[in-house]
């Protein structure tokens, strides 16, 4: 995102979160004066009850103003930090393919799996199938017995860091298979959360 659309953005939010600030300051302001106007006529029933409707109706206009001030400003605040995680994805991407086709002539062999000699990265399970499907000569994600294949020789290949490794097979339709490589422990985590890769191919 241009630097201009983001000040533009920040600018507007900030607009709308001052209008919900004047609103929400008005809130203790009328509350004040609608009560020494009650002070000074306690028996007056006709105006008590406009008073109780005047407020009710004001109440109501004031939450409206801050309730929409704020989504207005949540919006737009949103905008730019999403595209942001957009733009740093697409980059931390870019830098794990590069990587892998540095590492991919010269893998590390575990029987008939081919190990990358490098991790990729930490990212989301989508990205992590897309980057190595985009390697290219059959690299991919390791399924959940060859990932526990590299914990079990995690010290012959060496590079591997003690957190959760993605694998290929999915437990659900929202989660899938990853194992600690510093335990062992395998669990089913969510497809949008960020763990580490580790390309393999067979022989």
Sequence with gaps: MEK????KRFNSAGKH???AGIALISLPIFAIITYGIISQNPTDTDLLDNIAVLSSVMYGI???IIAGGLHSAGKRLMGVFSENDEINSVQTSQKSLDLAKKFK???ITLGKLDVL???????KWDEAV??????????????KDELNAIYENKDSIGGLVSFEYWSADEYDFHNVWTQNIDNGKEEELSKTSKHFV?????K
């Design 4 to 7: 201009e659309e983001v000040t």
């Design 17 to 19: 979160l001052k209008t």
């Design 62 to 64: 004031l939450l409206v």
């Design 105 to 107: 002539d010269s893998p």
């Design 117 to 123: 000699g490098q991790d990729l990265g930490k990212m």
């Design 130 to 143: 897309k980057i190595c499907k985009e390697i290219g000569e059959g690299w991919r994600l390791p399924s």
């Design 198 to 202: 580790r390309a393999v191919r067979s």
